[in-house]
Antibody, heavy 124, light 111 residues
Framework: QVQLQESGPGLVKPSQTLSLTCTVS??????????WSWIRQHPGKGLEWIGY???????YYNPSLKSLLTMSVDTSKSQFSLKLSSVTAADTAVYYC????????????????WGRGTLVTVSS | QSVLTQPPSVSGAPGQRATISCTGS?????????VHWYQQLPGRAPKLLIY???KRPSGVPDRFSGSKSGTSASLAITGLQAEDEADYYC???????????FGGGTKLTVL
């Protein structure tokens, strides 16, 4: 059974870079058939899609975050990662990694498997 | 303010039916993009409940159903149970924002 697990620092200082990794277990990230996404949830708030990456390395970012974002994939470790630069307190959130089935129309993608999430607090 | 509008809360007694609406516009739901629904139990990650407007993943009870019409979509839950108390989110794609969008979420209370 495929599982996703987020990992990374729980505390990041303002203006620094937030770095998280999602490990995919029970399946291969390079088997194709799925996009791999990051989604965040601000405390007590709704969900915000951050971006996705395919095992080939192609990415698609939320335009509102694009200038600060870098996503990468390491197929040898079955991991994909997120880097968000110049963080502020507004980036404090629970960060989830999630899986999306590859569909004929990419605009219909949805998230069928989620990690448990990791809280990242931005504070000095 | 979310692109997709959901009521902040809905409630119903055990055994009754609850409906959660998701209102969008011509740049998302009205443009023909699919709507998906997620259930988030307290302290847990969201779980896919409905995809492709009305399809249920394996393991989701048929008490949960989804529909879409025009610029809106709805999630219906019949035979309410205490375990259904959760936050529910709709999700679609917005051509103007060039990405995935979520509703603000609806808290379902089973009285």
């Amino acid at each position: 059974q495929v599982q996703l697990q987020e990992s990374g620092p729980g505390l990041v200082k303002p203006s620094q870079t937030l770095s998280l990794t999602c490990t995919v277990s029970g399946g291969s990230i390079s088997s194709g058939g799925y996009y791999w996404s990051w989604i965040r949830q601000h405390p007590g708030k709704g969900l915000e899609w951050i971006g996705y990456i395919y095992y080939s390395g192609s990415t698609y970012y939320n335009p509102s975050l694009k200038s600060l974002l870098t996503m990468s994939v390491d197929t040898s470790k079955s991991q994909f990662s997120l880097k968000l630069s110049s963080v502020t307190a507004a980036d404090t959130a629970v960060y989830y990694c999630a899986r999306s089935p590859l569909l004929a129309r990419s605009t219909d993608w949805y998230f069928d498997l989620w990690g448990r999430g990791t809280l990242v607090t931005v504070s000095s | 303010q979310s692109v997709l509008t959901q009521p902040p809360s809905v409630s119903g007694a055990p055994g009754q039916r609850a409906t959660i609406s998701c209102t969008g516009s011509s740049s998302n739901i009205g443009a023909g993009y699919d709507v998906h629904w997620y259930q988030q139990l307290p302290g847990r990650a969201p779980k896919l409940l409905i995809y492709g407007n009305s399809k249920r993943p394996s393991g989701v009870p048929d008490r949960f159903s989804g529909s879409k019409s025009g610029t809106s979509a709805s999630l219906a839950i019949t035979g309410l149970q205490a375990e259904d108390e959760a936050d529910y989110y709709c999700q679609s794609y917005d051509i103007n924002l060039s990405g995935v969008v979520f509703g603000g979420g609806t808290k379902l209370t089973v009285l």
